[in-house]
C-alpha cells in the first residue's frame, strides 16, 4: 500500500489533531501544551525523543537501516493575533490564533512518523522530526540548533525539508517551490527621535519630532523606489508609529519600527547603511536627536537546486504532475527554516490550502484574523513528508523507491 493510500486512510485523526492544536493556540517558545499533545500523538512510536531546554521543542529520531539523515521540519507556534473566523474549532485562548498554518505542519509531521515507522524496516537510513516552537519571530530553529537538533541522529543531516501552508496559494493541494532563494531576508529599524516637549499652540518653543518622524517614514519609502534596482528589489513597511498623548501637547520623543526584507547580501548591506545615514541626516538637519537600532534578522530562505529538483520529482511521481507548479518569484515573507538551510541543503515546499469555494484574490492571507485553511490537504501533506524521506535515504543508499509511490490523486 502506498504512503499516499496510508496517509488518507489516517485522515480523520490527522484532522482530530490539527482541530485540536487550533482550539489551543500557544504563542512563542514555550508551548507546553502543544508540546503534551505532540509527545501523546508519537506515543508509541519506535523514537529516540528528546525535548528542548530552553524552549518546548520535540525531536524525535526514527532509526533505519543505514547511514543516511533526513530532518523534517514542522513549525507548532500560534500568532498573537484575535481570532475572527467563526470556525467550530476557532481559538479559545483569548489573544492567539494559529493564522500562519503551524497546527497543520505540526500534524502532518506527526501523520510522516506513523508512515515511516510503519515502513522502519525498509529506511536506508534515519529520520529526524524536527517540532520547532518560535517560528514567528523567537529564533526558535536557532534555539533548537544550538541544543543539538542537527545532530540528533548522530551525525548531520544529508537534506532537510520543511513544508508550509498557504491560505491563498491556490488550488488547495497544489505544490509550489523552486530553486536558490525562495523567501527573503528580514531585518528590524528601530527609531525614536528625541525632541523637547511643548505646548502645542507654541511650536516654535519647542523641538517636535513628530514631523521629523513623518519625514524619515515618507524619505525611506522615497529611497527604497529610488536606490535600488527592481529585479533585487527591497520591501521597506513601516507597522509602528508612536507619539504624543493629546492634541494639544507636543511630545518629547516619538519612536517607528519597520521590517525590510531583502533578496541579496548586497541589497541586504545597503539599505541598512542607507536607512541608517539617512535618519541621522535628517534628525541632524532639523537640531533633533536620534536613537537608530537596525537589527538583522533571519537569512534568505535559499532552496539547493539538486533537493528542489528532488522534491518536484517527488510531488509529480506521487500525487500526479497536476500537484506541482514552480514558484516564478521568491516569496517576500521570512523563515525561519532557513537557519536549517544554512547548514543542511534542503527545500522548501509551499502547499495550497485555499478553502472550497474561495477566491484566492479574495481570501484573508496568512497571518490575518480571518485566514482559514482547508484540512483536505493534511493527508497528502504527511504522504509528502514521509515520501520525501524514503525517496532522499534511497538516493543517499544507491537504492531505487520501489512501490511507495503512487501516481495520480
Known amino acids: 500500500m502506498s504512503l499516499v493510500t496510508q496517509a488518507r486512510e489516517m485522515a480523520d485523526d490527522l484532522v482530530h489533531l490539527r482541530r485540536a492544536l487550533h482550539q489551543e493556540p500557544e504563542v512563542g517558545l514555550n508551548l507546553p501544551r502543544t508540546q503534551e499533545r505532540v509527545l501523546a500523538a508519537l506515543e508509541g512510536l519506535p523514537l529516540e525523543i528528546t525535548t528542548g531546554t530552553n524552549c518546548t521543542s520535540v525531536t524525535a529520531v526514527l532509526r533505519g537501516h543505514g547511514d ?4 523534517l521540519r514542522a513549525d507548532m507556534d500560534a500568532l498573537p493575533v484575535q481570532e475572527h473566523t467563526g470556525l467550530d474549532y476557532t481559538s479559545r485562548i483569548d489573544g492567539a ?7 497543520l505542519h505540526t ?23 524536527m517540532f520547532q516552537p518560535g517560528e514567528e519571530g523567537w529564533e526558535g530553529a536557532r534555539t533548537m540548533i544550538d541544543e543539538g537538533v542537527l545532530d540528533a541522529a548522530g551525525r548531520r543531516p544529508d537534506a532537510a525539508y520543511a513544508l508550509h501552508v498557504f491560505s491563498t496559494l491556490g488550488p488547495a493541494g497544489t505544490f509550489f517551490s523552486r530553486p536558490g532563494v525562495a523567501l527573503a531576508a528580514s531585518a528590524t529599524l528601530r527609531v525614536t527621535v528625541r525632541g523637547e516637549g511643548g505646548h502645542g499652540s507654541t511650536p516654535h518653543l519647542a523641538k517636535d519630532p513628530v ?36 492634541s494639544n501637547i507636543i ?60 522534491a518536484r520529482e517527488v510531488i509529480i511521481e506521487t500525487l500526479g504532475e497536476n500537484r506541482y507548479a514552480p514558484l516564478a518569484n521568491p516569496f517576500t515573507g521570512a523563515e525561519d ?17 485555499l478553502p472550497p469555494g474561495a477566491d484566492p484574490d479574495k481570501a484573508a492571507y496568512n497571518h490575518s484574523p480571518q ?12 504522504a509528502l513528508y514521509a515520501e520525501l524521506a524514503h525517496r532522499r535515504l534511497n538516493v543517499n543508499s ?12
Do not use: W
Open 398 to 409: 544507491g537504492a531505487t523507491s520501489g512501490a511507495t509511490t503512487q501516481k495520480g490523486r
Open 337 to 353: 527554516f532557513a537557519r536549517v538551510l544554512d547548514e543542511v541543503p534542503g527545500c522548501f515546499v509551499a502547499l495550497g490550502a
Open 97 to 103: 490564533m494559529h493564522g500562519c498554518g503551524h497546527d
Open 251 to 310: 511630545p518629547a520623543t516619538a519612536t517607528f519600527e519597520a521590517t525590510i526584507r531583502t533578496f541579496s547580501v548586497e541589497s541586504s548591506r545597503r539599505i541598512r547603511d542607507i536607512a541608517l545615514r539617512l535618519v541621522s541626516g535628517i534628525a541632524d538637519a532639523h537640531g533633533v536627536d536620534v536613537d537608530a537600532d537596525y537589527a538583522e534578522g533571519r537569512p534568505p530562505t535559499v532552496n539547493d537546486p539538486d533537493e528542489t529538483a528532488l
Open 371 to 382: 485566514a482559514v485553511f482547508d484540512d483536505s490537504v493534511l493527508p497528502d501533506g504527511a
Open 211 to 246: 514631523p521629523v518622524l513623518a519625514e524619515m517614514v515618507t524619505a525611506l519609502q522615497t529611497a527604497v523606489t529610488r536606490q535600488f534596482d527592481v529585479f533585487d528589489p527591497v520591501v521597506l513597511t513601516i507597522g509602528v508609529l508612536r507619539a504624543g498623548t493629546r
Open 68 to 71: 543516511g539523515v533526513v530532518l
Open 107 to 129: 500534524a502532518m509531521l506527526v501523520g510522516a512518523a506513523h508512515l515511516l515507522a510503519a515502513q522502519r524496516e525498509k529506511l536506508h537510513g534515519d529520520v529526524v522530526f
